[in-house]
């Protein structure tokens, strides 16, 4: 019989997001966890009071069965098919997917019959996971017991989730949801709460005793749908976003797997400090120091990520050192007011400022042409506001976005900046005689 459950019965608990200790070298032998760690998904803060949840080593063997089925919900698109081909590379030997098409295309099509040929059978069901009978016609049609699920659909849906509920005895529940649900993005409301659903749902399924686990997936750069959008995939870039590839997400996803498992989790659900071992984020790292002005990571800014600033310091102050000859300037133009009116100031003022905008744009400082205008740079209004704020906090002189996007070039910006600059220094005198 069904599990049946209600809105009302799900409870939303405060989670913490799991802390690995990054001094147990138990998990130093896999070759993605080899990199540094400075992603905060794979870190353990400084003089925590936590308990820490090392990985599993990397030398067990990981296998699927070979006797069941795996549903995969979506699963058909491009991460979808690299999960599908990894799930057979490692023994699996039944796959059902379902969605809106479920082989429909010409390019799945192609792929479908790309996994029989590796012995693999295949069935697509066409229906919704938010439909329940749909989800019963898929329980009753599997040729094999189904034994594990994946549901992966790019717009997630909370209701589907509960249709879940329906297949019962399952050696794991893995649900793909997005960094975007652990910190929140401009525009994404919607979709950020959906995801925070899916890791509410999560604990859910844990306290009844069910298997669940939550991915909540980063950028992803060689597969899937960035893949195919190099202009978004960019600006996640230029934002300080270091992304995924497709190796990390496959791993990901066989610790997802593991940690599928209630046993561990259940019994101390209501206890001080719980963390969930089974709500695992991937993709959190940046690919700059933290405080950098250049770095508009969307969580750099969160409260729980100020401890990583620290961590950041050393490689910082390489970044910081680049700025002394402004700050020596700026000294000497506050003892000699003249000196800004002259043509050298504003073309010094002009290559701090390219400088930075190349920085902000990751562009080589070597090709700097402070002749250049912004439009031929590509420059957007969040570059021109970055820069608005360095130009305010580093020069002292306040500048309006229009008036950067309006400049006919970096030597014509700089020389505004030592016009206001002047003009500061102007009311300052004024004000000290009178």
Same mark, same amino acid.
């Given at each position: ?237 230029? #934002?300080?976003? *270091? $992304? +995924? =590839? %497709? ?5 990901? /996803?066989?610790?997802? @797997?593991? !940690? ?74 506050? #003892?000699?007011? *003249? $000196? +800004? =009116? %002259? ?5 010094? /003022?002009?290559?701090? @400022?390219? !400088? ?79």
């Amino acid at each position: 019989m069904a599990t049946s459950c209600s809105h009302q019965q799900l409870h939303q608990h405060k989670c913490r997001p799991s802390l690995l200790n990054n001094r147990n070298n138990e998990f130093s032998d896999r070759s993605s966890w080899k990199k540094t760690l400075t992603d905060p998904a794979y870190r353990d803060f400084p003089n925590s009071q936590g308990s820490f949840y090392p990985l599993e080593n990397g030398n067990s063997q990981f296998s699927l069965r070979t006797d069941v089925s795996y549903l995969l919900v979506g699963g058909l698109g491009g991460l979808g098919k690299s999960v599908s081909t990894w799930m057979v590379n490692n023994g699996a030997r039944h796959l059902t997917y379902l969605s809106r098409s479920s082989g429909k295309e010409e390019e799945e099509v192609a792929f479908v019959t790309e996994l029989s040929a590796q012995g693999c059978t295949v069935q697509t069901i066409v229906g919704s996971v938010a439909n329940v009978a749909d989800v019963q016609r898929v329980i009753s049609e599997a040729q094999f017991p189904i034994a594990g699920v994946i549901q992966m659909p790019m717009v997630l849906k909370a209701y589907g989730t509960f249709t879940m509920l329906l297949i019962q005895c399952l050696d794991f529940f893995v649900l793909f949801s997005s960094v975007s649900c652990q910190w929140g993005q401009c525009g994404q409301s919607n979709y950020c709460s959906a995801g925070t659903f899916l890791d509410a749902f999560n604990q859910y399924r844990h306290v009844k005793g069910l298997p669940a686990s939550v991915i909540g997936v980063g950028v992803v750069e060689d597969v899937g749908y960035l893949s195919k959008n190099p202009a978004i995939l960019q600006q996640f870039k230029t #934002n300080g976003v *270091q $992304t +995924l =590839r %497709e190796i990390d997400l496959l791993e990901t /996803l066989e610790l997802a @797997i593991t !940690k599928s498992k209630s046993a561990s989790q259940a019994s101390s659900f209501f206890a001080d400090g719980y963390a969930s071992e089974s709500h695992i984020g991937c993709g959190y790292k940046m690919s700059m120091a933290v405080p950098a002005d250049n770095n508009r990571n969307v969580w750099k800014r969160d409260i729980s990520m100020s401890v990583y600033r620290n961590l950041h310091n050393s490689s910082f102050d390489g970044v910081t050192a680049n700025h002394e000859g402004l700050k020596d300037f700026l000294a000497t133009v506050s #003892n000699n007011p *003249q $000196t +800004l =009116r %002259e043509l050298s100031t504003a073309k010094f /003022l002009a290559e701090e @400022i390219g !400088k930075t905008l190349y920085s902000f744009m990751m562009r080589p400082i070597a090709e700097l042409d402070i002749h250049q205008s912004f439009k031929t740079l590509g420059v957007d209004s969040l570059v021109a506001i970055e820069l608005r704020n360095w130009c305010r906090q580093r020069i002292g002189v306040g500048l309006t976005v229009l008036e950067i996007m309006g400049a006919a070039s970096i030597k014509s910006l700089g020389k505004i900046a030592a016009d206001g600059l002047l003009a500061k220094t102007v009311v300052v005198e004024t004000e000290k005689s009178t």
